[in-house]
């Protein structure tokens, strides 16, 4: 089985309801398993909520300065966004910058890339899988720290397409 396919399976399998599937072809045998997605949607959740309660009441400190500045900053964040590819994870596993501990990572942030260039590498059952750019351009910023689990389609590096 290729590593195309394999790609395509774990697709499938998260967006469907099953939670597991085993394939076998003669010598070669995969199983393919599910999270739970509450569990990983419960964690998720709960970070992000706690830092906005926080920020709510800094502006209210300084009512008159704070509404002035607040508009500006997100209508400027979505302008220099725009342009800006998100290169995303194709599968479930584990983030990781370099293909091993004692080597350099494949791209840091102002690094030029081309379309097909191996950005990084995520391990998913055991098996390491090199993902590659989809864009030419420059890497503006990475998203996930080093040995990160990932999810399924989440983003992993802002690329600025040249």
Do not use: H, W
């Not at 998720?44 to 909520?49: K, S, T």
């Not at 999810?151 to 590096?157: H, I, K, V």
């Amino acid at each position: 089985m290729e590593f195309k396919q394999i790609q395509e399976l774990i697709k499938i399998i998260n967006k469907s309801n099953i939670s597991e599937l085993s394939v076998e072809e003669g010598e070669f045998k995969i199983t393919i398993k599910q999270a739970q997605p509450s569990e990983t949607q419960y964690v998720a959740i709960q970070p992000q909520a706690m830092p906005m309660q926080q920020m709510a009441p800094a502006p209210q400190a300084a009512p008159q300065a704070a509404p002035a500045a607040s508009p500006a900053a997100p209508a400027a964040a979505p302008a220099a966004n725009d342009k800006l590819v998100t290169v995303k994870s194709p599968m479930i596993g584990t983030f990781y910058r370099s293909s091993s501990p004692d080597k350099p990572p494949f791209v840091n942030v102002g690094d030029e890339v081309k379309q097909g260039q191996p950005i990084c590498i995520i391990e998913a059952m055991k098996l390491f899988n090199e993902i590659e750019c989809e864009v030419s351009g420059k890497v503006v910023k990475v998203l996930i720290d080093d040995a990160s689990p990932v999810e399924y389609d989440q983003p992993l590096f802002l690329v600025e397409p040249a």
